[in-house]
C-alpha cells in the first residue's frame, strides 16, 4: 500500500525542516511513503530546503493559486504516483506528523473513506475564545450540511482513500476543508476523527488577513457546497418565507375591508403582490437549481468513471509509464519557463 503526504507551501523554508523530518519513515500496514510539496508559487528557499531533506515529488505554482487549488493538484499528482491514501498536512508545521500513522490506520483496516485530525480547538492555546466558539459554530453548520458528526470540521490535517479522491471534486479555491466534507456526507462516505494536540504557532494564517474575512469566505463556501447537493431545501424555505410575509398584508387588507374600512389601502395588496412574486421567484429557481443538481450528478459520475480510467492503474503499473514518458519529457527549466509565461501548474520527479 502506497501513502503520498502532500504539503501544500508558499514560503515555509524556516518550517518544512520540521514539518520533514517529523513524518514517519514507516507505518505499519504501509509499503512505500512518498513525500509530495506542492510549491504555490513560494519565493524563499522552500524547494531548495525540500529537496536537501530528500523530496523528489513536486507540484509547482508559477504564482500563488490557493489552498483549495493546492489540494486540487496535490491530489491530482498522487493519484498519478499510484496513491492508495493521501495524507494532507500543512508546511507551517501547525499539526503533528507523528501522528500520520494513527490518522491513515481506519483507512487501512476498512474503517474509514476520509479520517480528520480533530485538533480540540478548546485546547489550543493561541486561539482566542471567539474563535473557538466560531471554529464550533462553524463545524456544527458543515455537519447540518453533510449529515456528519464531526467536531472540528475546519482541521486541514486529513487522509483520503484513493477511493473517496475518485469521488470528491473541489471548486473552491479558498479552502477545501468545508467542501469536501459536504461533498463526503451527501455522497454517503465513512467519515471519522482522530483526536490530535497542535504544535505551537508559527506564524500567521495567510488564508485570510482578519476574523470578518474569514467568516465571509468559509460562510461562503459552506453556502456553495450546500446548495450543490440540496438547493430545493434552501429554495422551498425561501419560497415558505416570501409566501407568509405576502400573505399578511392581504389579509390586512381583507380584514380592513370586511370591518368596513373604507380607505384606499391599495400599499398592502402592491406589498403583498411583491412578496407573493418573490415566492414564486424563488420555487422557480428551486426548480431550476435542482435540475442543475441532477445535471452536477451526471456529469460527476462522469468525471469518476474518466479519473477510475485515467488513475485505476496499480502504482508500479503507473511508476514503469512515468519512467517510459520521462524519457520524452522537456527538461525542468524548460518546463518551468513555459508555465511560468502562461500561469500554469507544472510537476517535476527528482
Known sequence: MKLVVQVPCLNEEETLPSVLESIPKEIPGIDEIVILIIDDGCSDRTVEVAKEHGVREFVHHSRNQGLGRSFHDGVVRALELGADIVVNT????????????DLVQPIINGQADIVIGDRQVDRIEHFSGLKKKLQKVGSKVVNMAAETDLPDAASGFRAYSRESLMLLNTVTRFSYCMETIIQAGNKRMKITSVPIETNAKTRESRLFKSMPEHIMKSGAAIVRSY??????AIFVWLTAFFFVLGAIPFVR??????????????????????????????????????LIRTNRVLIEDDLEHTKKARFGKSGTEMLRDQTSVAQFDLPHAQKRAAAQSSGETWTTSL
Not at 500543512?90 to 500513522?101: F, H, K, L, V, W
Open 90 to 101: 500543512d508546511g507551517d508545521n501547525q499539526y503533528p506528523q507523528e501522528r500520520i500513522a
Open 227 to 232: 446548495m450543490m447537493y440540496k438547493p430545493y
Open 253 to 290: 387588507y381583507l380584514a380592513l375591508w370586511l370591518s368596513g374600512d373604507n380607505g384606499n389601502h391599495i400599499q398592502s395588496l402592491l406589498l403583498g403582490g411583491v412578496l407573493i412574486n418573490l415566492a414564486f421567484m424563488s420555487a422557480m429557481l428551486g426548480v431550476i437549481s435542482d
